[in-house]
């Protein structure tokens, strides 16, 4: 990844994690960090289906502003102080069973994600967020730091201080 464009390893990056790290605040203040599969649809947007019973869940139907960040995998990185990474700041979006786009979503993401997708859309706890890119910063290593700008946020900016 030395010599590839910002926007190839960033969209490589995407299309190969199937997971994103989740970043919520509670009721209490206190920040929560879990995770969480994902789809991603369309440019700026994130897919989540998340149960009602983990506190993420009940973190973003409180509180709408979301941090999320999809790292590469530990062991196929070459500098683990430096591994690729994007990191964004979301809106999240309750999507209701009723709204037009609800089964084509869940349709995608069990494509992606499987069996056990199919299976959780059976459960009545678990519910769909559209999650919104605000702002973001991407990561391909050291000296090498982008804050994203522009529509969807597609424009790369050479980060000079962090």
Do not use: W
């Not at 790292?71 to 209701?96: G, K, N």
């Amino acid at each position: 990844m030395n010599n590839e464009q910002p926007a190839t390893v960033l969209a490589s990056l995407i299309d190969s994690m199937q997971s994103l790290q989740l970043s919520t605040v509670g009721m209490d203040g206190i920040p929560h960090c879990s995770y969480t599969p994902y789809l991603h649809r369309a440019p700026g947007n994130f897919y989540i289906f998340v149960s009602q019973l983990a506190a993420h869940t009940r973190h973003l139907l409180a509180n709408r502003t979301v941090a999320i960040m999809i790292i590469a995998d530990e062991q196929s990185t070459s500098q683990i102080f430096a591994r690729t990474r994007v990191h964004y700041v979301c809106e999240a979006t309750h999507i209701p069973p009723d709204h037009p786009e609800y089964e084509s979503v869940l349709d995608d993401y069990q494509e992606r994600h499987g069996k056990m997708a199919g299976l959780l859309r059976q459960l009545p706890d678990f519910v769909l967020f559209q999650l919104h890119t605000k702002s973001g910063q991407f990561v391909m290593g050291f000296g090498k730091a982008y804050t994203l700008t522009g529509d969807n946020l597609s424009v790369f900016e050479h980060s000079r201080t962090g």
